[in-house]
């Protein structure tokens, strides 16, 4: 006797009968009358007929038999089917574990960002327990706990990680204000392993509270860097060009000065994809005017869904394929407006036909507009691949970064020769900015260090005559060129052509700079 499902069938692997028979007594005569015999196949099979054809459909895998010739070969095949069935059963039930399956939902909450309540919804529920009746809920302060153990596991892991590597560690940090005026500041560090393998980890994401001065965010970057034991493996510090900041790694230097390389002289980086973001906008104000009917059409035509879809009429009557939607740009952004701009001058007729659409458009740009667009996007294009390669995540850009400022002075200088008259005038408001570049980022104060300390080497045993120009002495400070020694060391860390980087730093104090008193 064999159990399906709860049935009990007779099946025999003999000759003998292999049918349940049913016997009824007969009311008329007072006997009993045998019932037609009734197969247990028809459980798990329904008739069907097919043009006049009695079949029998499988309610496993819905294959059609014939019916017509007994039911030994459907016997065979219900059973077949049942094994396969109970198999796949006994495999699902059983390779499924519910501490792999909370995993993946927290792992699900945290990637795509879901609010916490969304395990407790009642579809997340229902279809979880359609899918898996083992799988366990939880609540909203389950997954909450569970997401803790994620990120304490993590954690574990690359502190292990640190352990086992020599290199040093860079910070990068930037702290912003949401729409509900709370401040949030991110603390990432990014390290290279035995196998010199770029890895990049967020330390912390932080509500600050109020004041956002420097001494609450040091305190905060401070305390992150003692709970993740890296103190004393600090190399740089990139943050945004503000006084806040400024003043806020002057405390860090300070408080970590002793375990900091060349004493924390190249620890304050600043951020280069910021200062460009300066230099442009700064650029972009000059010749806002000129760019002000593009900006007033896009904003025109994006108002409404209506007003939408009569611009994507007008692009599919020109032929004009409307992959690319209107954007308009945001003042902190400059690249917003490169966006803006590139997109406005693929649909520039469109504008010129979607005007019957509309009686109300009123500020169709004219052709002296889309030549400066023009002009604009193909200069802005430099700023933008420079922005892309300054925010990459997979390779290091500090050893390339002075190579492209030096291309941007250099653009910028011929911008000033420019025919157009708005070119001429961004350029000198980006040309304003460049004492950010020239005294903040990179180049010139390995120079000047060099030659200070040079100067401390040679007038150690030097002469005090005033008449008489001090001579090289014969030996010097041994101090001097420790600290030489190590500043070069530095430089070419940075710098992978030190020769060209010396031409460079050359050329470039060789070109007139922009007082600071005129900015």
């Known amino acids: 006797m064999t159990s399906f499902e709860g049935s009990q069938v007779n099946v025999s692997t003999g000759s003998g009968n292999n049918e349940v028979e049913d016997v009824e007594p007969s009311s008329a ?19 069907v007929d097919v043009n006049g054809v009695m079949m029998a459909k499988c309610n496993f895998c819905e294959k059609l038999l014939n019916a017509t010739k007994g039911t030994s070969s459907l016997r065979k095949h ?46 997340f529920q229902e279809m979880m327990g359609y899918c898996q009746p083992r799988f366990e809920s939880m609540s909203r ?32 940090t930037d702290m912003w204000t949401s729409s509900t005026k709370m401040g949030y500041m991110v603390v990432t560090m990014h390290f ?24 609450s965010l040091g305190e905060q970057l401070v305390t992150c860097f003692y709970d993740w034991n890296v103190d004393r ?64 059409s896009i904003c025109f035509w994006i108002a409404s869904s209506k007003r939408i879809e009569a611009f994507e009429n007008a692009a599919n009557q020109l032929k004009i394929k409307y992959t690319k939607k209107l954007v308009l740009d945001c003042p902190t952004r400059w690249n917003s407006t490169y966006f803006m701009l ?38 802005l294009k430099l700023f933008y691949k420079l922005t892309e390669f300054f925010s990459g995540t997979k390779y290091p850009t500090a050893n390339l970064v002075f190579p492209m400022i030096c291309k941007v002075r250099e653009t910028m200088n011929g911008w000033l020769n420019s025919r157009c008259s708005e070119i001429q005038a961004m350029a000198r408001a980006c040309l304003l900015r460049t004492k950010h570049i020239d005294a903040a980022i990179i180049g010139l104060d390995f120079m000047e260090q060099r030659d200070r300390l040079k100067d401390k080497g040679c007038r150690k045993k030097a002469k005090t005559n005033p008449t008489t120009r001090p001579s090289k002495p014969d030996h010097p400070d041994p101090t001097a060129l420790r600290q030489m020694s190590l500043l070069k060391a530095n430089v070419f860390a940075f710098f992978p052509h030190p020769l060209s980087l010396s ?17």
């Not at 458009?361 to 507009?369: F, I």
């Not at 031409?503 to 005129?518: H, N, W, Y």
């Open 78 to 123: 219900v059973l077949k089917c049942l094994d396969d069935h109970q198999e796949a059963t006994h495999s699902t039930n059983t390779s499924f574990d519910p501490n792999v399956g909370k995993s993946k939902v927290v792992k699900m909450i945290i990637m795509h960002e879901l609010p916490l309540r969304f395990v407790e919804y009642t579809g």
């Open 29 to 47: 005569s007072g006997g009993s009358k045998r019932k037609r015999k009734t197969s247990f196949v028809w459980n798990y099979k329904i008739r």
């Open 141 to 172: 302060n389950t997954l909450k706990s569970e997401i803790f153990k994620l990120y304490n596991m993590k954690k574990d892991k690359t502190l292990k990680l640190l352990d086992s590597i020599e290199s040093k560690v860079a910070i990068t």
């Open 503 to 519: 031409r460079s730093l050359r050329s470039v104090k060789s070109k007139p700079m922009i007082a600071a008193s005129q900015v």
């Open 342 to 379: 590139s997109v406005a001058l693929i649909y520039k007729d469109v504008f010129v036909r979607a005007q019957h659409y509309e009686p109300q458009y009123k500020c169709l740009p004219d052709e002296s507009d889309w030549q400066l667009a023009i002009i604009m996007v193909e200069h």
């Open 192 to 215: 290279i392993d035995k196998s010199w393998v770029l890895h990049s980890r967020i330390m912390r994401f932080i509500h600050v509270l109020s004041p956002h001065d420097a001494t």
């Open 233 to 296: 493996k600090l190399s740089a510090i990139t943050v945004d060009n503000c006084s806040t900041n400024d003043c806020m790694i002057e405390k860090i230097k300070n408080k970590f000065c002793d375990a900091l390389m060349l004493g924390g002289r190249l620890f304050h980086m600043r951020c280069c994809a910021h200062i460009l973001n300066l230099v442009v906008r700064d650029g972009l104000k000059v010749i806002a005017d000129g760019i002000e009917k593009i900006r007033d």
